[in-house]
């Protein structure tokens, strides 16, 4: 009887550990709440098996062993249902004591119930009767066992009711669905309960079968919901979809598992097997530890890692990594520009400060003469200081010309106006000015041009003279001693196109590399300390820098610092004939000292062998004939260009305003008329158009010329429209004067060249 015993429970205690196995292994598959939903149903099904036994025993003996099994399954089914709820719902926690004592108090009665043969705790009496549908146990209950029933059905209730306030609160339609079916299923076998106990089923109690067939329901639908409910199939997916790369290691850093993304990432992961030691621990640990941003393949990535704690022993570790290229990228941009920003701000301070002094300079000279001059009787002293007013004017002019210049280039109000023009013109002006520049310094001064370069191109020469002007200035300004060479090549691009390469060395000061990158760049004068004696904006190169790169050229500087520099630049132009720069210019010319260079007489004769110079002179000799109005509300402005038509014996006459101008001309004829664009009251444009509605047989033959010190891009197009025929920019030089003279001749047909 005892081995009977010992078998007994030893089959017993194999029941209870094959389900214990069988937990564990699902609880290592399972989410941690759902563990409670295997116990739970585990227990209704050891409930169900019970009753199912208990419907088969034929003596008191099977029936009671057979309760037994029922209640070890019953017991706890409670327990786990509401626990699980509880965990699922979010509903506020019960404190884990409570839970505990349940467990406890469930425990005892379990107990009770064994051995209730022995005492009448549970049941006052237990008796195995052969009636209603089949024979089964009848039991007189105690309190306890009521007492039991109601904590069993008050813990199904709380479960109830949370799922209930999940329901409420759940953020998708389906899930709240969901959760009511959940609810309605969980209350069947509390009805079956409370019927058993009101009406009885003639000794058929339908509580564990209830049970049963609601917890299978219960599942199918949790299961079946899986596939739909978004925020289940989030829970899946997060891992393999994540936007992260996500790699688990265990304690020892032995690869286990990585997303598609961490393989993206590190895609030497495709090649590992799980249990391989993860090889860039080390880097990744090191960019996490010290919140450094991991740069991998070039790319920039995020990082993040905790440690897989069990029972607070550590199983292993999750890295994580978040793609942050376009963020870092971004940063960086940022920050590139906050220095370029705060350089620019801090460049654009030191030029007001440099301009005020340099515009200061020459203002003071003109004052200060001005004033000398106006208090000197003796006429040779005031011949002393006009060339020195006026080379003073030039310098203020030029200044006020280069931040003019650059704030067109700034607004993209610079206009390349390509025309046909003769190299050489350009070239002979610009070592011309050079030469007079490098006046007394002790400076050779060499001209390199190449003799094949075409004669004639097309292209804006007035901003190629700039740019030479602008280069080989500084190459005067900055060079002390030694030599200065300028050189000019072509290089052949088929189909009549030529690259002008124009090139400017000299021994100068040189520039250090550091400050190469500034000199194209606004208002960066370099190496101040060394160069302050030297008059300069810091406008010029980045000027030129701009028309160069308008007329789709390009540039370079080499230095060298302490001994000179090498300012080069290519600028596309069309070549126009077959002419070529004469022969003779083959040879470096060295210029002497103080001895002005310019090209050879004969070389700025035409093709023809006609001199144009003498042409021109002869031309302007004929403008004496026109008829001329000058109009401008500034009398200074009419004394000057009164005084330049003069040159040429043309006695002007003048008015102060747009309104006088239109008057004069209803009376009067004139051949031309120099027009002021910005007057008070009526401006150029609105006299010229009045002008050209006069009722009199002059009013559209009269050339009208706008005078203009805004000469922005698109101005001549307003210019033209309102009926002027040309414009001429303020101040007004003899050279640009007589030009304008010239094709006034020309539209007259006043103009009989020999050509
Ligand atoms: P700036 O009016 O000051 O000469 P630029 O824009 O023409 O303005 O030149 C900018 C700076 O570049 C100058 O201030 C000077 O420091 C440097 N630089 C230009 N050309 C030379 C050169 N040939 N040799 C040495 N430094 C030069």
Not at 73 to 80: K, N, Q
Not at 187 to 196: E, G, H, I, Q
Not at 504 to 527: W, Y
Not at 646 to 655: A, C, E, Q, T
Request: net charge negative.
């Amino acid at each position: 009887m005892t081995l009977y015993y010992i078998l007994l429970a030893v089959q017993i205690f194999a029941i209870f550990f094959g389900i214990f196995g069988l937990v564990t292994l699902f609880s290592s598959m399972l989410r941690p709440e759902a563990k409670f939903l295997l116990g739970a149903s585990i227990c209704t099904i050891i409930f169900g098996v019970g009753y199912c036994m208990e419907m088969v025993a034929r003596s008191l003996e099977a029936a009671f062993l057979s309760l037994c099994v029922e209640y070890l399954g019953l017991a706890y089914i409670g327990l786990f249902f509401a626990i699980y709820i509880e965990k699922i719902s979010g509903a506020k926690k019960i404190p884990r004591i409570i839970w505990y004592l349940i467990v406890v108090y469930e425990t005892i009665t379990l107990l009770l119930h064994f051995s209730s043969r022995y005492h009448t705790v549970f049941y006052k009496s237990i008796s195995y009767v052969n009636s209603g549908i089949y024979p089964h146990l009848e039991q007189e209950m105690t309190p306890w066992f009521h007492l039991f029933m109601v904590h069993i059905a008050v813990l199904v209730l709380y479960g109830a009711v949370n799922i209930v306030r999940a329901a409420r609160r759940a953020p998708s339609k389906i899930r709240r669905t969901q959760l009511t079916r959940g609810c309605i299923i969980a209350l069947f076998p509390l009805l079956a309960m409370v019927y058993s106990a009101v009406a009885g089923f003639s000794g058929y109690e339908p509580v564990s079968a209830v049970t049963l067939i609601a917890v299978g329901f219960f599942s199918i639908v949790r299961t079946a919901g899986k596939t739909t409910d978004p925020v289940e199939l989030a829970y899946s997916e997060s891992f393999s979809k994540a936007i992260a790369g996500i790699i688990i290691l265990d304690s020892e850093h032995r690869y286990l598992d990585a997303n598609d993304k961490a393989r993206k990432i590190f895609p030497e992961l495709d090649e590992y097997n799980t249990g391989e030691i993860f090889k860039k621990w080390d880097i990744f640990m090191d960019a996490c530890r010290m919140n450094k941003r991991l740069r991998l393949y070039g790319r920039y990535y995020s990082t993040y890692f905790y440690e897989l704690l069990a029972d607070g022993k550590s199983i292993g570790f999750v890295l994580g990594a978040a793609d942050v290229t376009i963020m870092e990228n971004q940063v960086r941009e940022l920050e590139r520009l906050k220095v370029m920003a705060e350089e620019a701000s801090e460049a654009k301070t030191t030029f007001l400060a440099n301009m005020s002094h340099e515009m200061r300079t020459p203002l003071n000279a003109i004052i200060g003469l001005s004033e000398l001059a106006q208090r000197e009787d003796s006429l040779p002293m005031i011949k002393e200081y006009l060339p020195m007013i006026l080379n003073s004017g030039q310098m203020l002019l030029d200044i006020i010309s280069d931040v003019l210049d650059f704030s067109k280039a700034e607004a993209g109000k610079v206009d390349i106006v390509p025309v046909q023009y003769d190299i050489k013109e350009v070239l002979s002006t610009a070592i011309n000015m050079a030469n007079i520049r490098i006046g007394e310094k002790n400076i050779d001064f060499i001209v390199d041009v190449d003799p094949k370069l075409p004669r004639n191109l097309i292209g804006d020469d007035a901003r190629i003279r700039q740019i030479i002007v602008n280069f080989l200035t500084n190459a005067v300004k900055y060079t002390d001693r030694g030599f200065i060479r300028f050189s000019v090549d072509r290089e052949d691009k088929g189909d009549n196109k030529v690259d002008l390469i124009i090139k400017v060395t000299d021994s100068g000061r040189g520039i250090r590399e550091e400050d190469i990158d500034k000199l194209f760049t606004n208002f960066s004068r370099v190496d101040i300390k060394n160069n302050r004696n030297i008059q300069g904006t810091g406008l010029g190169l980045a000027i030129c820098g701009r028309l160069i790169k308008l007329m789709n050229g390009d540039y370079t500087v080499e230095s060298n610092y302490g001994k000179g520099s090498v300012f080069t630049c290519t600028i596309p132009q069309e070549a126009v004939g077959d002419a070529t720069i004469s022969a003779h210019q083959r040879e470096e010319l060295h210029v002497e000292r103080n001895t002005p260079f310019v090209f050879d007489r004969m070389d700025i004769v035409g093709e023809d062998g006609q001199n144009k110079a003498e042409s021109e002179d002869d031309i302007l000799k004929r403008c004496d004939v026109l008829r001329m109005l000058i109009v401008d509300d500034n009398v200074i402005n009419i004394k000057v260009l009164t005084s330049m038509l003069k040159l040429h014996n043309i006695v002007p006459d003048s008015v102060t305003s747009g309104k006088d101008a239109v008057e004069k001309l209803e009376k009067q004829q004139y051949d031309v008329i120099f027009m002021d664009h910005m007057m008070p009251e009526m401006d150029g444009i609105e006299a010229t158009e009045r002008i050209r509605k006069l009722d009199v047989p002059w009013a559209n033959d009269v050339i009208i010329i706008a005078c203009t010190a805004n000469a922005i891009k698109g101005m001549d197009v307003v210019f033209k429209e309102s009926g002027m025929d040309e414009y001429i920019c303020k101040p007004i030089k003899v050279e640009a004067l007589n030009k304008m003279l010239i094709k006034c001749l020309e539209l007259k047909g006043l103009k009989e060249l020999k050509d």
